[in-house]
């Protein structure tokens, strides 16, 4: 072969290698060039459509979780932590009393274990007054064929024993075998007495003021507050008086004031206070050893809260829609320090209107009635 031939084959040869080479690099450059396109980094908010559009993707949304869980079925009434914290037992509608085992594991609560006891049945009991000791108690009755509003059911003989029709108010002293109660004679005169839970062993201690005074005996049973329930003036006193009736003293003279739940160590008390203006309840708070006196900062009566052990904090449930005692309200829940006046709201996520409410022993569970169905609830207020 001559030496052009040679020439012109090695030309050839190069055009082709040349070729090759740039139809690789044009390939590499267009699949470099869709990946950077299409990798969008995690952080950016607009993409684009086909047509040049930007599309917002939609913000991941949260799963949404209940905070009160509904424990029973059963309508319940007055229903009370017992057994030293590890069992709950209430009545429920038709006058059956139950009681159920506490199992709580993490977060959660369990109801297990559920018994009937068997007792007389006495139908229309709408409030149980439970005693600070024993397994005796009294029922408070609406409407219906009973003659009396109030019975005391005695344990031992497994009967109820009616009191008579003119006890106006009645407490539990603090050893379980004695009471405190408020009786008005057939004259209207009210006397402050005490005696055996089914009204045995009268003994008189002193003439109160009104027909209508209703009375709170403390914990330790060294103090009584009394008020007037259906006192139609501007200003309702709560009044301190002594068990023997000898000390007597006006503990809240401004406001109209009613309703008292008293701190596990004797010493303060929270209370409702209506306002003038929209005529709800406010929740306050007095200190029997300092005087103080002051507002708690929340919509709410004394019957929908309930004190930490330490007397330190009070859970309340908190009307956000509708006024209590006049129809069903819609509550969410709130934690107050009483001494700092801080709150931490715990939100049900469902429609609660709270009652009875009381803690687990460790304070990390709140269980209360739901007067939207009747039944009991719980939630972790551990947080």
């Known amino acids: 072969m001559n030496k052009k031939a040679i020439a012109i084959l090695g030309a050839i040869f190069i055009l082709i290698v040349a070729t090759l080479g ?10 470099t060039k869709n990946t950077a396109q299409t990798n969008t980094p995690a952080d950016q ?3 684009q459509a086909p047509d040049n559009t930007a599309v917002t993707p939609p913000a991941p949304q949260p799963e949404p979780k209940t905070a009160a869980v509904k424990l029973t079925d059963d309508e319940v009434i007055s229903p009370v932590l017992f057994f030293h914290g590890n069992g709950i037992t209430y009545f429920n509608s038709q006058g059956q009393l139950f009681q159920t085992d506490l199992q709580v594991s993490g977060n959660s609560v369990l109801l297990s274990n559920k018994r009937e006891l068997t007792i007389a049945l006495k139908p229309g009991i709408s409030k149980i007054f439970w005693p600070p000791v024993g397994n005796n108690f009294i029922a408070q009755f609406l409407g219906g064929s009973n003659p009396t509003p109030l019975s005391f059911y005695d344990g031992g003989k497994g009967a109820y024993v009616d009191l008579p029709a ?8 603090p050893t379980g075998d004695k009471v405190l109660l408020v009786y008005v004679d057939s004259t209207g005169k009210a006397t402050l007495n005490s005696a055996s839970p089914d009204g045995s062993n009268y003994q008189t201690i002193t003439q109160m003021y009104e027909a209508d005074d209703q009375i709170s005996v403390s914990p330790d049973g060294k103090s009584i507050l009394f008020w007037r329930t259906k006192n139609r003036d501007a200003t309702n006193v709560i009044s301190f008086l002594s068990p023997d ?9 401004s406001g109209y004031n009613i309703g008292v739940k008293w701190s596990p160590d004797s010493q303060k008390f929270v209370f409702g206070r209506r306002d003038p203006q929209s005529q709800n309840y406010q929740l306050w708070m007095a200190d029997l050893s300092s005087g103080v006196v002051k507002s708690l900062g929340v919509n709410t009566i004394p019957d929908k809260t309930v004190w930490s052990q330490d007397g330190s ?11 209590p005692g006049n129809g069903l309200t819609t509550d969410t829940i709130m934690k107050i ?3 700092s006046g801080n709150k931490q709201e715990f939100v049900p996520g469902l429609t609660i209107d709270g009652e009875d409410l009381f803690l687990s022993l460790d304070g990390n569970t709140l269980f209360f009635k739901n007067n939207q169905d009747r039944s009991l609830y719980y939630i972790d207020v551990s947080k």
Do not use: C, M
């Not at 740039?22 to 699949?31: D, E, N, P, Q, T």
């Not at 009736?245 to 003279?253: A, E, L, N, Q, S």
């Open 22 to 31: 740039f139809l690789i690099y044009a390939r590499g450059h267009k699949s």
């Open 166 to 173: 003119e006890v106006e108010s009645i407490d539990w002293l």
């Open 245 to 253: 009736g000898k000390v007597y003293k006006p503990i809240v003279t």
């Open 313 to 323: 904090t009070v859970y309340a449930a908190v009307p956000t829609q509708g006024t």
């Open 337 to 339: 320090d009483v001494n």
């Open 45 to 47: 908010t607009n993409t």
